[in-house]
């Protein structure tokens, strides 16, 4: 596993570049999907994407703290999208919780590894190495796919319908 997330770390360059360029393509397919629709938010959550992560690559990912940008790069990106539910958005789509859902694990992660090797300077392998190195690129993917599609393919907005609107059985329903 050591060898393969080595590997990986060599990719990293192609695989941000292959990530940003998806941002943008997930934008500009949004837009021309939206060119005669009302709803609009959709190709608004794909700006916001896009320009936050093109504005990343612009990042020296051999600073001091990379990670600890990152993560700042991801908590903005989560403010922006909260400011855009609040004051922009009059429809929320299926996108904007798993776009959510996608900077949180990302930021957790690079905080995670921030705390790792920066403050901790652990520079040993462990577990979550690899959750970092795999599960940050399987969100992203899933962020571009759920900007494509804009369907609930992993059941979140239904598993949050159902922990926040818990069916309450009254007496009238019993009856």
């Known amino acids: 596993m050591l060898d393969f997330l080595w590997k990986l770390a060599g990719l990293y360059d192609y695989i941000t570049i292959f990530i940003t360029w998806s941002f943008v393509i997930a934008f500009l397919y949004n837009l021309s999907a939206s060119i005669n629709k009302y709803d609009k938010s959709c190709t608004q959550l794909a700006f ?14 051999l600073s001091e703290t990379p990670h600890l940008t990152l993560f700042i790069f991801d908590i903005v990106t989560i ?4 400011l855009w539910r609040i004051y922009f958005s009059k429809n929320f789509p299926v996108a ?7 900077l ?3 930021a957790f992660v690079f905080f995670g590894m921030h705390y790792d090797s920066i403050v901790l ?7 979550f190495w690899a959750l970092y190195a795999i599960g940050q690129i399987i969100s992203d993917l899933t962020m571009l796919l759920i900007l494509l599609i804009n369907k609930d393919f992993l059941g979140l907005v ?6 926040l609107n818990p069916k309450k059985c ?5 009856k």
Request: proline share 2%.
């Open 79 to 82: 403010f922006v999208l909260i």
């Open 170 to 174: 009254s007496n009238e329903e019993v």
């Open 104 to 106: 949180s694990f990302n």
């Open 48 to 61: 916001i994407m896009m320009v936050s992560y093109t504005s990343s690559v612009f990042m020296d990912p």
């Open 158 to 163: 239904a598993l949050k319908r159902h922990l």
């Open 121 to 127: 300077g652990n520079l040993d392998y462990w577990w």
């Open 96 to 102: 904007f919780y798993y776009l959510l859902v996608g």
